[in-house]
């Protein structure tokens, strides 16, 4: 047998534990660059550059 609780939660203790568990929404950064938006610390998908350096090679027709 697994363990099961005693007592029911009530739904003020089950919604403060999930008080935390929302997603937070993207925060992106404009890229010093070509100034499109961006992760931060992360390469530029546009242009390829990281840090002022360009890192990877982007094709032009890839979309």
Do not use: F, I, N, W
Not at 19 to 40: F, M, N, S, T, Y
């Amino acid at each position: 047998m697994g363990a099961v609780p005693k007592r029911k939660l009530s739904k003020g203790r089950r919604d403060r534990r999930r008080a935390h568990d929302a997603l937070r929404p993207l925060q992106l950064v404009e890229c010093p660059r070509c100034h499109e938006q961006r992760l931060p610390h992360h390469v530029c998908p546009s242009c390829g550059t990281y840090r002022g350096r360009e890192v990877v090679t982007v094709e032009e027709g890839a979309s």
